[in-house]
């Protein structure tokens, strides 16, 4: 059973960076570099919503709105998977979760395709 535990969360000025990571394990010898890992990030009272996926190859998608200020990166030999955040107001204060599924991502960011979850990381952004 494949197991994800995000750091890197805390308290950040807006404007300022941070890193977060996600640390991978369960995965078996042949499947860790066929897993699809993702971001995403709740704020209280709103649905969990998609940051990045990124592919055991590498590829990468990025929402949109994010896109510029949040790159999300992966270290298949060490099965971790970053999130690079340059934050610009408390807009992006939310915690933020790693998922993983089997599988290529298929460019695909929605949480109900996703059956393995972190317990999430707590950033907060102050103006």
């Known amino acids: 059973q494949v197991q994800l535990v995000e750091s890197g969360g805390g308290s950040v000025q807006a404007g300022g960076s941070l890193r977060l990571s996600c640390a991978a394990s369960?995965?078996?010898?042949?499947?860790?570099?066929?897993?699809?890992m993702a971001w995403f990030r709740q704020v209280a009272g709103k649905e969990r919503s998609g940051v990045a996926i990124?592919?055991?190859?590498?590829?990468?998608i990025t929402i949109d709105a994010l896109k510029g200020r949040f790159t999300a990166s992966r270290d298949n030999a060490n099965n971790t998977l970053y999130l690079d955040i340059n934050t610009r107001a408390p807009e992006d204060a939310a915690v933020y979760y790693c998922a993983a599924r089997n599988g290529r991502c298929g460019g695909v960011l929605s949480a109900r395709y996703f059956g393995a979850w972190g317990r999430g990381t707590q950033v907060t952004v102050s103006s």
């Open positions: 990124v592919d055991s190859d590498g590829i990468r």
């Open positions: 369960g995965f078996t010898s042949n499947t860790a570099n066929t897993y699809c």
